[in-house]
């Protein structure tokens, strides 16, 4: 679900657009008597996000003016994230969404994916004093100890690789720290959250997809993956998985978020759930009406058809009557405190996705709104102990066990497989 991205929701996210109202993001009081005891963790703790689309949305807003536009202050209409607004955020971390779109053709995607690793790399090398390429846990630290903005890259959907173990090798390569199993649609190798399944989970060629990501030190990330892949995925790995940009499926009944029963297998698994901003992920009574509002909107367009006229006054009447619920910072803390009572707070992140969505809960519109969410918690009770591992504690250590992993699989040989050699034809 992005600024820029068509999906199953395109439709009711145009109608959203049309009539949310936008607050804006809400930096953390500086009068706030917790703020100096938040500044000394984030001081020695970075603060990682798992999932941010400014390239993305560089790439759409900015167009050819990408390479070379001041990138410090942006309009904060069009741009959740800028570096001024990077500081007010105190984000010592960063994995950058080199997303591409799953309806492009498979070449198609490779060729964009490679084009948003490249911006990424360029606005790191235009601005740095301000951002730092790095890949491992010990270098994420270095760069926040020398006071730059750890920058990382996450491929958002399986279908980005091609079947192809090779490409899968060139990204890691070139920087790219994670591959999220699927997007937004089933791909030939593993099922998505929010299409037909068609394998139950992961093939014989997805659960070898993971064994080489293990082998290259690559994060699997399980965000928009089934159920069934998400556990597939969780047995097959050696190493920590992350979900970069998911929240909890108890508070919100939506196929994105991860159960109950997955999350106690990531606490088992060691890896880390980093929750979402998305509202209409986050929230149970804007599902509600974002089902019910798409519902009456079909059915306005039925009664009058051919009188778009006509419908448009009864969908602005119902709007008129059944006005949007609102979704505040606080939802967002209570998906993170759910995660941290069923999984435990050593597996609980941040993961926003931030220039990825239509809109963002009120006060939440910019990525200088972590100092409030992390107050909110102190203020319900969070150790100083477990706001840092909440803040980038968390993800550093699967990082690092990681990186361990992928040094004991050192000497094991590469994946060189086909999906027809694994799978068998298409069926």
């Known amino acids: 679900m992005h600024k820029t991205r068509s999906t199953l929701a395109s439709?009711?996210?145009?109608?959203?657009?049309?009539?949310?109202?936008?607050?804006?993001?809400?930096?953390?009081?500086?009068?706030?008597?917790?703020?100096?005891?938040?500044?000394?963790?984030?001081?020695?703790?970075?603060?990682?996000?798992?999932?941010?689309?400014w390239p993305g949305?560089?790439?759409?807003?900015?167009?050819?003016?990408?390479?070379?536009m001041d990138l410090n202050k942006l309009d904060p209409v069009k741009y959740d994230t800028d570096i001024e607004r990077l500081k007010q955020g105190m984000v010592g971390g960063q994995f950058w969404s080199v997303y591409v779109s799953a309806n492009l053709s498979p070449l198609e995607q490779v060729k964009k994916t490679l084009e948003q690793i490249d911006i990424v790399k360029s606005f790191v090398a235009r601005y740095p004093q301000d951002f730092q390429l790095v890949r491992t846990a010990a270098e994420v630290r270095a760069a926040h100890k020398a006071g730059k903005i750890a920058s990382l890259m996450g491929a958002e959907g399986g279908g980005q690789i091609d079947e192809s173990f090779s490409v899968l090798r060139a990204y890691h390569e070139l920087g790219v720290g994670y591959l999220t199993l699927?997007?937004?649609?089933?791909?030939?190798?593993?099922?998505?959250?929010?299409?037909?399944?068609?394998?139950?989970?992961?093939?014989?060629?997805?659960?070898e997809v993971v064994r080489e990501m293990n082998r290259l030190g690559m994060l699997v990330d399980l965000s928009h993956v089934s159920e069934a892949t998400m556990l597939d995925a969780i047995a097959?790995?050696?190493a920590p998985v992350i979900f970069s940009h998911s929240s909890a499926r108890a508070p919100a009944d939506h196929p994105r978020n991860v159960p109950d029963l997955v999350l106690k297998e990531v606490a088992k698994n060691g890896g880390v759930v980093m929750v979402n901003f998305a509202p209409g992920f986050i929230?149970?009574?804007?599902?509600?009406?974002?089902?019910?509002?798409?519902?009456?909107?079909?059915?306005?367009?039925?009664?009058?058809?051919?009188?778009?006229?006509?419908?448009?006054?009864?969908?602005?009447?119902?709007?008129?009557?059944?006005?949007?619920?609102?979704?505040?910072?606080?939802?967002?803390?209570?998906?993170?405190?759910?995660?941290?009572?069923?999984a435990g707070h050593d597996f609980v992140g941040l993961g926003g996705d931030y220039d990825g969505l239509p809109f963002l809960p009120e006060g939440m519109d910019g990525v200088e709104a972590y100092p409030p969410l992390l107050l909110e918690l102190m203020r319900r009770g969070w150790s100083d102990e477990n706001i840092a591992k909440l803040a980038g504690g968390n993800i550093l250590r699967v990082m690092a066990a990681a990186e361990k992993v992928a040094a004991s699989m050192a000497n094991d040989p590469p994946a060189t497989a086909t999906v027809q050699a694994l799978d068998g034809p298409a069926k």
């Open 11 to 53: 439709a009711l996210f145009g109608v959203l657009l049309a009539t949310a109202t936008v607050a804006s993001a809400a930096p953390a009081d500086p009068n706030d008597p917790l703020l100096p005891r938040l500044k000394k963790i984030l001081k020695a703790t970075p603060l990682i996000d798992g999932h941010n689309d």
């Open 57 to 68: 949305a560089l790439a759409s807003e900015g167009k050819d003016q990408r390479w070379t």
């Open 182 to 207: 699927t997007h937004s649609k089933t791909i030939s190798w593993a099922d998505s959250a929010t299409d037909a399944p068609r394998h139950d989970g992961l093939t014989k060629f997805g659960v």
């Open 236 to 238: 097959a790995s050696k």
């Open 283 to 342: 929230s149970e009574p804007l599902r509600q009406w974002n089902a019910q509002q798409a519902a009456q909107a079909a059915l306005n367009a039925s009664l009058y058809l051919g009188q778009p006229d006509r419908a448009k006054a009864a969908n602005d009447a119902w709007l008129q009557a059944n006005p949007q619920p609102k979704v505040t910072l606080s939802v967002v803390a209570d998906h993170v405190d759910h995660i941290a009572k069923v």
